[in-house]
């Protein structure tokens, strides 16, 4: 998609117009009545402008429409078999990035509808299901004439189990569970996008290593926007995303995550298999706080998408820590698994495979201790919201 310095320059203008589009928002949601007010698990006093979900897509669609507009005008004129090749390399993915920025689309426009009067929770999930599913499968069917468009993980599964049926289930699974993963953990400030970043960053720097050119230009435009929106979101904030943007987030990163190869050229499923557990453990924190919350809401008798204080954040502020040191620990302990997964696809040995697990174990087991702190009890209002 992108090489060198290309990679800066999108990203430092996907920063500077998400800085600037998050301001706006600051400035007109209020206006509008698109705030979120206090309620009882909310730790905010006062109404809170809503509307950085419309500053991270926004700049993300406007900023990739860019590119691939350059491209195709670069593609007419280049003169140079390298640049062709990029050029033509990212305008075979250009069917993948409309049906990619329609699905991330209706899951925004869902996001905004929510953030506006709150959805039901199995509505929610069988919509980010449907739309997760209809993109699936138009690449599945798209891969017919263009391999490079499919979007799938597991694919060595195809010839063991009748086709690729189970293949694009787990894929489903996968990115609905890291859309959920995002929403849940935007439950302080700064927080779930912070840990974006720091996940998006991992994969980025994993992906330029094993030349996963498109992936990783799509993260740095993605890391962009992002931080553009962190810089007004970091506590204390000014502004948050909503779901309209927590959803977005989580569906982008499941996505990418889904498109990267992370075995290097030179290897094959047989001999480092390992290499695909990359984004469980660079994904480790998120996934670990949907399941554990999720575990106690059901022990609870309560539905898993109720809203409450059961978070890895909320307990270590219940254990003394200011909510900027709770949102600063949790993305050191993101970085922690992220560094180790970025290494792994260059680990040659089932040893060196399996420290690496080992490592990302450990680190969750000082999360699990962290957590250590008497349960809040149970809400008397019943929120749907994560």
Same mark, same amino acid.
């Given at each position: ?33 698109? @705030?979120?007010? $206090? /309620? ?8 809170? $402008? ?20 350059? %491209? ?16 033509? /390399?990212? &305008? ?6 409309? +049906?990619?920025?329609? +699905?991330?689309?209706?899951?925004? @426009? ?11 929770? #199995? ?6 299901? /449907?739309?997760?599913? +209809? ?20 694919? %060595?599964?195809?010839? !063991?189990?009748? /086709? ?43 992906? *330029? ?5 498109? @992936? +990783? ?17 970091? %506590? =204390? ?35 480092? &298999? &390992? ?12 996934? #670990? ?12 008798? !309560?539905? =898993? ?8 954040? !909320? ?9 900027? %040191?709770?949102?600063?620990?949790? #993305? ?10 970025? *290494?792994? =696809? ?10 690496? @697990? ?17 349960? $809040?009890? =149970? ?6 919201? $994560?």
């Amino acid at each position: 998609m992108m090489s060198g310095w290309s990679f800066f320059f999108a990203g430092g203008l996907s920063f500077l117009l998400s800085l600037v589009l998050t301001r706006v928002m600051i400035w007109v949601s209020p206006k509008i009545g698109f @705030v979120d007010k $206090p /309620g009882h698990r909310k730790i905010h006093a006062n109404p809170k $402008p809503l509307g950085g979900g419309v500053a991270i897509f926004w700049t993300m669609a406007l900023v990739v429409g860019t590119v691939v507009a350059a %491209t195709a005008f670069m593609q007419s004129v280049s003169a140079t078999h390298q640049a062709f090749a990029l050029q033509q /390399g990212l &305008w075979q993915q250009v069917p993948l990035i409309v +049906a990619m920025g329609l +699905a991330t689309l209706a899951l925004h @426009v869902m996001g905004l509808c929510d953030d506006r009067r709150a959805m039901g929770p #199995y509505s929610k999930l069988l919509i980010q299901l /449907g739309v997760t599913a +209809a993109l699936v499968i138009a690449m599945e069917l798209l891969a017919q004439h263009t391999p490079s468009l499919r979007l799938r993980v597991l694919t %060595t599964l195809d010839a !063991h189990v009748g /086709g690729p049926w189970l293949s694009i289930v787990v894929t489903v699974m996968w990115i609905a569970a890291i859309t959920n993963a995002f929403n849940f953990l935007d439950n302080m400030d700064g927080l779930s996008a912070g840990v974006a970043v720091v996940c998006a960053t991992a994969f980025f720097v994993a992906a *330029v290593s094993i030349g996963q050119i498109f @992936v +990783a230009g799509a993260l740095s435009i993605f890391i962009g926007a992002v931080l553009g929106f962190l810089v007004w979101n970091f %506590t =204390p904030s000014r502004i948050f995303m909503g779901d309209s943007g927590s959803l977005v987030l989580g569906f982008v990163l499941g996505v990418l995550t889904v498109k990267t190869t992370f075995l290097p050229e030179d290897a094959n499923f047989q001999t480092q &298999w &390992w290499a695909v557990l990359a984004p469980v453990i660079v994904l480790a924190v998120p996934l #670990y706080d949907l399941v554990v919350v999720s575990i106690i809401r059901l022990s609870r008798g !309560h539905s =898993p998408f109720r809203g409450d204080t059961n978070h890895f954040s !909320h307990r270590l502020v219940a254990r003394g820590m200011s909510r900027r %040191t709770a949102v600063l620990c949790i #993305y050191l302990v993101s970085a922690a698994t992220s560094i180790a997964a970025i *290494v792994l =696809p260059q680990v040659r040995s089932e040893l060196g495979a399996l420290l690496i @697990v080992i490592q990302t174990l450990l680190v969750l087991g000082v999360v699990l201790i962290l957590e250590q702190h008497p349960l $809040p009890q =149970p809400e008397l209002e019943d929120d749907q919201r $994560p």
